[in-house]
């Protein structure tokens, strides 16, 4: 047998009333749950819906679901940090190579300009804005599947929080470097602001691409539940 929609929305309301916090916490739990109830009700067919949902709920131990919930965290962020890197691997090792050769150019020349202009500006400042800038194209680009989800999902909380860090290490952090080297040694500057350039702004499209990799991921394995 196949649980109806009308019992599938039963399971999901009465997981949902546990209180859990996190979209992936609960349609793994609505996964294992669902696949259960249904086999106690081939095993038991005048049993209720209820009394199964119940039964299923007891075996998970004295807290119930809520054991179950920090391995799902856990294994939800581990899957997001490889994600990220299977990403950046394949930025390294395909065509997108192009890319970063092509963000490596566009950096040195911008350096080259900014000491050369007649008005020079701080490195520091315009690393600024590279990581703005990083972060207004990924986080809209992610926000959708935040959206979707009702703005509970545990990735998009995650690779958000990546793009923070981009912007206060990468960008921040970069920028502090090159201000310093800008004097101490203004040949080697060009070259480490093409790096920081690139690095900043890769960072925000392996986000992007990790978040919608995480998403269809997810939509396939659990989103046939969610309405």
Known sequence: MSLSKDQIDQIKAFIHSRGFKHIEVETEILDH??????KKLEEGPKKSLEKAIQEVHASFGVFGFASFEEGIIKQTSKQV?????????????????????????????????????????SYHLIMLTV???????????????????????????????????????FAQGFGILLNGMETSNPVSVHYFFAFGFTVTILSALVYVDAARACYHRTYEQYLRFID
């Open 33 to 38: 749950v669902a696949s259960a109830v249904e």
């Open 131 to 169: 990581g703005i800038l990083a972060c207004a194209y990924s986080i809209p680009q992610i926000y959708p599947i935040s959206k979707k989800w009702h703005k509970k999902s545990l990735v998009v909380s995650q690779l958000t929080a990546y793009c923070a860090f981009t912007f206060t290490v």
């Open 81 to 121: 940090g490889n994600e990220v890197l299977k990403v950046l691997y394949r930025y390294l090792t395909s065509w997108r190579v192009v890319i970063m050769v092509v963000l490596l150019g566009a950096g040195y020349f911008l350096s080259q300009q900014v000491q050369q202009s007649d008005h020079p500006t």
